[in-house]
């Protein structure tokens, strides 16, 4: 186990790297540096005032150059600062970080519960299949945005239940009241892809001999399905559960920029709309570190869950 884990923690420092200089590569060559961003927004700035910044701050150097510089500063736990918000990289990151984590991990649990419960209900009862499917393929073709802007719509402009967006200063039950909808629309989201494959693995597990031979015994088919069907559908559902969660990191962005959601996928936005190199590439190896170590935790604990796996390589 600890092998394994040494050799996915390789994998992931080679996957960053190799994600870090593509996209320093593709930022740093696209057309406007902030430099120009700041001539445009003061024109007494002169061509040597503009000389004199590209060189403060390196962007007169070949772009290997100015990326061995900035991995160097990362490794070391210097971020820099964002030339958007004029704060440190760092203090700008794990509030967002925390946010996101907050919507997301409510978010997830929620569209895995009522995912089942449509799976099992489509598992149990084969002529309710078509309806879980019809389902499932509602939310699966609605943009998520769409589903937003829906959302926002229906119990905030009408009914005037719930704000639209934005994050609560208070706390408590009002930054509650301020997480349903954005919540809401990425449950939504992910519930197709929980039930239609809670429905084909509980239908695969129902299906097996073992099962078909506790139901002859007289087991009652709540039992049979929670407690001896769900445990082997398992294995499938958990590696969802961690592809669920590196989509939703990254599917943050819009809905944290349609309900203005302070957040990864909000600042993600922001820098690069606002041209910050460093808050954007530091956002997205962010992102990256978060998507592959819940793909390293689901591979733990389909180890733990499936004893056939643990010594696989």
């Known amino acids: 186990m600890i092998g394994l884990i040494a050799s996915r923690l390789a994998q992931i420092g080679l996957t960053l790297a190799a994600l870090s200089f593509a996209a320093f590569l593709l930022i740093g060559l696209m057309p406007g540096d902030p430099i120009a961003l700041a001539i445009a927004g003061d024109p007494r700035l002169s061509a040597e005032d503009a000389a004199r910044l590209r060189a403060l701050h390196g962007l007169d150097t070949p772009i290997l150059q100015r990326y061995l510089a900035w991995a160097a500063s990362v490794l070391s736990g210097e971020f820099g600062h964002s030339r958007l918000f004029a704060r440190p990289v760092a203090e700008l990151l794990w509030p967002a970080l ?3 984590l907050l919507l997301l991990g409510v978010a997830v649990l929620l569209s ?9 209900l489509a598992a149990a009862r084969p002529g309710a299949r078509a309806l879980v499917d019809a389902t499932a393929i509602l939310a699966a073709s609605a ?11 229906l119990f ?3 009914l005037g239940w719930l704000p639209a ?7 408590g039950l009002d930054a509650v009241r301020f997480l349903v909808l ?13 039930a239609r494959h809670a429905a084909s693995a509980l239908t695969e597990a129902l299906s097996s001999p073992w099962i078909v ?7 009652s088919l709540r039992r049979v399905l929670w407690g001896h069907a769900l445990p082997n559908a398992a294995p499938p559902l958990v590696t969802l559960a961690a592809l669920d969660a590196g989509a939703l990191v990254g599917g943050a962005l819009v809905t944290e920029t349609v309900f203005a959601r302070p957040g990864m996928g909000k600042l993600l936005y922001d ?9 954007a590439l530091v956002a997205l190896l962010l992102i990256g570190a978060v998507t592959m170590a819940a793909t390293l935790s689901a591979d733990l604990a389909l180890r733990a869950i499936d004893p056939r796996l643990r010594d696989a390589p």
Do not use: K
């Open 98 to 100: 925390g946010s996101t």
């Open 182 to 194: 954005p919540v809401a629309t990425l449950a939504i989201a992910g519930l197709a892809s929980w």
């Open 271 to 279: 820098a690069v709309m606002g041209s910050d190199l460093n808050l």
């Open 112 to 120: 895995a519960a009522f995912g089942l419960l449509l799976g099992a």
């Open 143 to 153: 943009p998520t945005f769409w589903i937003g802007i829906l959302l926002i719509i």
């Open 213 to 219: 031979t506790a139901r002859a015994r007289g087991a």
């Open 156 to 158: 905030a402009v009408l």
């Open 165 to 171: 967006g934005g994050q609560s200063e208070a706390g």
